[in-house]
């Protein structure tokens, strides 16, 4: 059975509503995963108690790291989380290799859409680009990015109704849907069966982050293969303008991603 740590990386977990709902239906779906909420156990004082945090990445087969970009980053905590945890003769070096092998999921959100998000955008970046850290960082310590999960304009200042508070809860729920279901493609996980109703379109694969596209190209880029639009499936979702598509998706948007 796979091993899940599902790292909550939210600062302010607790006025969040997409991430706090993405984070309560990973652990509702993944019964025999361990939660780690960051903000709950160090958000105070910062202090990471890098033994007992060791010890749960040693445990996982799978890393999910759930958080959103703050200031086009990840949020302070888990990067704190990650400068004292991943220290040299453990995580890295000649003696090093407690992470090697392990599979990590980015499970991310956005406030801004996900067109503005590309080299022509108003962010002049992709989110591939904005991640980069995590991939050099997994590089270095021997673990595989399995896949990037990204919802888009989930924004608090989004919530201006009870509908648009329902909308996000919502896009979260599908979120986790999708994290979920690549982690069954590792083999599962105990995972706990879906409640009975209407049944939902089965999604896609995710590439995983940096790989290398169906040419043999190199690294995803604007109009090169991978597509991580956060609204592929989603039947609401609004192509992105000619000028910001990128060639190379493969979901039905043509989205500006990737």
């Known amino acids: 059975m796979t091993r899940v740590l599902i790292v909550a990386g939210h600062t302010g977990q607790g006025g969040s509503v997409a991430n706090a709902t993405i984070s309560g239906e990973l652990e509702a779906r993944l019964p025999g995963a361990v939660v780690d909420p960051l903000a709950d156990l160090y958000g105070a004082d910062f202090q990471i108690d890098v033994p007992a945090e060791q010890a749960k990445l040693e445990a996982a087969d799978v890393v999910v790291l759930q958080f959103p970009i703050f200031w086009y980053s990840m949020p302070s905590l888990l990067q704190r989380w990650m400068e004292q945890v991943f220290v040299h003769g453990w995580s890295h070096g000649s003696t090093g290799n407690h992470l090697c092998g392990k599979k990590v999921i980015l499970s991310l959100t956005t406030g801004a859409p996900a067109a503005l998000y590309a080299h022509d955008g108003a962010m002049g970046h992709t989110i591939a680009e904005l991640c980069a850290p995590i991939d050099v960082t997994c590089r270095l310590t021997g673990m595989e990015i399995a896949g990037t999960i990204w ?10 109704d009870s509908a648009s508070f329902a909308s996000i809860k919502e896009r979260a729920a599908e979120h986790a849907e999708r994290v979920v279901a690549l982690i069954e493609g590792f083999g599962g996980a105990g995972l706990r069966p879906r409640p009975t109703g209407p049944q939902r379109r089965p999604r896609r694969g995710i590439r995983p982050l940096g790989s290398r596209s169906s040419s043999g190209q190199g690294p995803s880029s604007p109009g090169r293969g991978r597509c991580v639009c956060p609204g592929r499936g989603r039947r609401s979702a609004p192509a992105a ?16 991603a990737g």
Not at 241 to 256: E, K, L, M
């Open 151 to 160: 919802t888009d304009g989930v924004s608090y200042q989004s919530r201006t």
């Open 241 to 256: 303008p000619r000028s910001t598509r990128n060639r190379g998706c493969r979901c039905s948007q043509r989205c500006a």
